[in-house]
């Protein structure tokens, strides 16, 4: 009984694991096909190597059959598909050029020997969450303008997309009914995002003058600027073309109360790789970060308050 107790043990910790590295991994792969996609062009090394991403990624499903649910696989497969065909539809569409350098940035260990394969599109994209929060402006937003949970399929509910929001004040530390584990953030402004507790990812974009307090597996922020960042975070924390970056512990007056709380932030900056310090970011200094009572002004709010409490809290007034 003690040893099969061991074995699935064992075997949920293997489950997350791989489940938080293949997203990060994914996430990655999408954001390079993504910006090589807009670009409009891309040299055959380049494709090369999203290529070979790609195949460390079909691979490592393929190895981890078994070991993982059935729907965290069969969710992974249709992750998949979508890179393939976004990735067939960059290789048709692009216009080849030969200075173009894509540079790989998974982790290291996850570097392998795998042979370089060119993927085929055997089915079309998997369907967009359902679960979403979209252009709102000077509002405050919390867990009653999300969906009714009852009215989404369990697994649409683990993925959160929030879009399009300025001078808002979202505070989603409630919002345990969906058991949402991974957010996609795109182009906020003038905004405080209160996130919910998230074992996997969140993957900000285009965020301008906010405050950004969030405890996950894994954080990543692209082109945003004078952002403050209250962490909690198992890896270490990814920005890429961001500036002016404050990050901050998470704030002990939040549950989980007995949080370890962070006091040392690693963060690699994707945009500086360089033995120096990062100019792009640095750590919200004692006596900048807010206090109790600041956050309990901002947890507190009334909803015709939202403006007075942003002039006040954000990085940039």
Wanted: aromatic share 8%; charged share 20%.
């Amino acid at each position: 009984m003690a040893e099969a107790q061991i074995l699935e043990g064992s075997r949920w910790n293997f489950s997350q694991n791989f489940l938080n590295d293949f997203q990060y991994t994914h996430s990655d792969l999408q954001m390079h096909i993504q910006q090589a996609t807009q670009s409009g062009s891309i040299s055959k090394q380049a494709l090369d190597s999203l290529n070979l991403q790609l195949a460390e990624l079909s691979k490592s499903i393929v190895d981890a059959a078994g070991f993982i649910p059935k729907y965290d696989q069969r969710k992974c497969e249709n992750q998949l598909k979508e890179i393939e065909q976004n990735l067939e539809r960059l290789r048709k569409t692009s216009t080849p050029v030969s200075r173009f350098a894509f540079k790989r940035k998974t982790k290291e260990a996850r570097q392998s020997s795998f042979s370089v394969f060119t993927p085929s599109v055997t089915q079309s994209l998997a369907p967009t969450p359902s679960l979403a929060l979209s252009s709102y402006t000077i509002k405050l937003i919390t867990p009653k303008d999300l969906p009714d949970p009852e009215s989404i399929a369990p697994e649409l509910r683990s993925e959160l997309s929030i879009n399009d929001l300025d001078s808002c004040i979202l505070n989603l530390l409630d919002a345990k009914q969906y058991e949402i584990s991974a957010l996609h953030i795109h182009n906020i402004k003038n905004s405080i995002l209160l996130l919910p507790v998230l074992e996997g990812s969140a993957i900000l974009h285009d965020l301008v003058n906010c405050v950004v307090v969030v405890r996950c597996h894994q954080f990543r922020m692209h082109s945003s600027q004078d952002i403050d960042v209250y962490l909690s975070i198992q890896s270490n924390p990814i920005i890429e073309h961001c500036s002016s970056i404050r990050f901050a512990p998470y704030p002990s007056t939040f549950p989980p109360t007995n949080l370890q709380h962070n006091s040392d932030f690693p963060v690699q900056d994707f945009s500086h790789i360089k033995s120096t310090p990062s100019p792009n970011w640095s750590v919200l200094v004692e006596g900048a970060s807010k206090s109790f009572e600041d956050w309990q002004s901002i947890l507190t709010i009334d909803a015709s308050d939202v403006e007075q409490v942003l002039r006040k809290a954000l990085p940039r007034v």
